[in-house]
């Protein structure tokens, strides 16, 4: 074990040693403190049980395996036509020229590398990162905190005109972006963040969100069409009372995705709904790694993860419900679902239920399958043509997790990237 | 408007042969109906004629206005004017009722070379058809044939054919699982298609779905061949008396 933990901790040592750790500002100490925490962890390895269908080695080398930005041609890019705020990156940067000025009513936004200080993200920089590395050790989650360059600290007083609009653009071929963002919805309010593109060759971003009392916090994002990019993402979010989460990510492309949700109901009654729908076709590797903990009663807790593969690419689910003592009249549930389209696609899943109070509904389940001759037969006797059936298939199959996208309007532009994405890869 | 010729068929997996010469005629604006025991391939004449996979045509051919039909992918033989009426609709969990007819309506449309219908136009018609087969907007809305009753779904097999107006349509055992009222509702649906320009084919064990749908030509099928033609009185002949004498007589 301990030849293991040094293999581990070497590898971090190697890793950080050309990253610059600020040691002024409002975030210096916590940062010191996620080093701390990153030092004794070191950085994942194959060999970790919760690294066992996901490799680990390209996030955690040195330097970021190149990637060539997608050239946008045909298409406009997702968003386009919502009313939004407008907060751009490039590689990781945040580009005000780019970007509409950064006032919102009932919002308050600032730069993680800014020169202000936002008092309220001192005491929560990091803070829900560090709760959730028990009972499982996120080691790059840490890093991100000791290291993030850039970010947003974002929080909302009231009911935000519009949704804030993360765009992450991506330039150069070798950028690395470490990106930490901490949304805090106060008491009452309510945010949508929307979030697309790349970000950079390999992108280690952190999205800390504390929802206090009634608050609400939507979340809809897509991870850019670059088929070379690789990311690991954490979304670590906490729900106060009767307060709701719905986060809903769409993946195409990429060629290695890992997105972690650590979600922890702390106050009664509230609500939260995790869901992706990731297509991949070839070289491609999505991981949907979710903790959801409940810790208070009456909470409802929904995972609707949809997987489409064809021609190798690999799908991973690892999802878990903790219900503790005490938590009684938990509501959760937990899908992961893989359509494979050719028989040399794979998908793995790890569902997991623990559940130490006696008067809870969970239940999960996990399929995965091909699309259904039969239904398709049915479709082309009315005329629909094949490719058409098939497109008709698998956005059905897909329906269930876009369904958690509450705004039409959203879940329009999520359907119509879909619906571009399996004409772009039909029949290959 | 339909001529099937000799017609063999065998299973893909397995060395099965179930029709065995079938020959039939069917002119513009008649009724055939087809009555036969279990097994005797009345429903995979229906699913050959739709294009289903899983069969091997070793001989024959079927001609819808003179162009073959078993060349054809099952989507160009629908937009060649065939419908089939499901024994067992399929149920479609995430694709709207409405999406799906109007999907396929469009699609046949532009597989003929017409204009698509607007959402406001083909809102209408369906509609209009829908309250005549007592479909609410409810059952529209929601997935094809998901969480549908028996009868609701047979109903939704003949929306599917008033919304496509083809012109040779087979009814699989439209009947089967329906009370008396669901089925004088299915069978007042196609009566209401019926026209000088649009053919039936109804396949069925009971004479009881000929009350409603009157038949010009009644065949009896057994071992994969149509062994007997006649009028409505066959039909009659079969539920008084069953198969047995007609088969033995043949024999």
Known sequence: ?428 | MLYIKNLHVKLEEEDKVILKGVDLKIAPGTVHAIMGPNGSGKSTLSYVLSGKGGYVVTEGSALLEGAELLEMEPEARAAAGLFLAFQYPVEIPGVGNMTFLRTAVNAQRKARGEDELSAGEFLKVVREKAKALKIDAEMLKRPVNVGFSGGEKKRNEILQMAMLEPKMCILDETDSGLDVDAMKLVADGVNALRSTGRSFLVITHYQRLLDHIKPDFVHIMSDGRIIKTGGPELALDVEQNGYADILAEVV
């Open chain 1, 1 to 428: 074990m301990a030849a293991v933990l040094q293999a581990k901790q070497d590898a971090l040592a190697l890793r950080i040693a050309g990253l610059d750790l600020p040691n002024s500002g409002w975030s210096a100490s916590a940062r010191a403190d996620a080093l701390t925490r990153l030092s004794a962890m070191g950085l994942p390895g194959k060999r970790d049980e919760y690294w066992r269908y996901t490799d680990p080695s390209s996030l955690t080398a040195v330097d970021p395996t190149p990637a060539a930005p997608f050239v946008y041609s045909d298409e406009k890019m997702v968003f386009t036509d919502i009313d939004r705020l407008r907060l751009v990156f490039v590689d990781g940067v945040f580009d005000a020229a780019q970007s509409d000025d950064p006032t919102l009513a009932g919002v308050e936004i600032s730069r993680l590398s800014g020169t202000g200080d936002p008092h309220w993200a001192r005491d929560m920089y990091g803070v829900l990162e560090t709760r959730g590395q028990t009972p499982v050790q996120r080691p790059l989650a840490a890093l991100n905190t000791a290291f993030a360059t850039d970010g947003l600290m974002i929080r909302a007083t009231g009911r935000a005109a519009k949704p804030i609009s993360l765009i992450y653009l991506h330039n150069s071929e070798s950028s690395d972006a470490i990106l930490h963002h901490c949304i805090k919805i106060e008491a009452g309010a309510e945010l949508t963040i929307l979030e697309n593109g790349p970000a950079a060759a390999r992108l280690n971003m952190v999205m800390e969100i504390d929802i206090a009392e009634g608050g609400s916090f939507h979340h809809i994002r897509t991870q850019g069409r670059d088929h070379d990019r690789r990311a690991v993402t954490h979304l670590f979010a906490r729900l106060g009372t009767e307060s709701r989460f719905k986060s809903f990510t769409l993946t195409a492309n990429g060629r290695l995705t890992r997105n972690e949700a650590i979600i922890e109901f702390t106050g009664n009654d509230a609500v939260a709904h995790v869901a992706g729908a990731a297509v991949g076709d070839g070289k491609f590797h999505h991981d949907d790694t979710v903790f959801v903990t409940h810790d208070a009663q009456r909470c409802e807790s929904r995972q609707v993860f949809k997987k489409v593969l064809k021609n190798g690419a690999v799908g991973v689910f690892q999802g878990k419900i903790l219900v503790k003592q005490g938590a009684q009249k938990t509501d959760g549930y937990q899908i992961s679902q893989a359509l494979m389209l050719d028989d040399d696609s794979q998908f793995l899943a790890k569902p997991e239920l623990e559940i130490y109070a006696d008067d809870v509904i969970c239940s999960h389940g996990s399929t995965s399958g091909a699309i259904d001759d039969n239904a398709l037969f049915y479709l082309q006797s009315r005329g629909v043509p094949k490719r058409v059936a098939q497109s008709l298939l698998v956005l059905a199959f897909l329906a269930e997790a876009i369904a958690e996208i509450e705004d039409e309007a959203l879940a329009d532009d999520i359907r119509i990237r879909m619906e571009n994405w399996l004409a772009r890869h039909e029949g290959k």
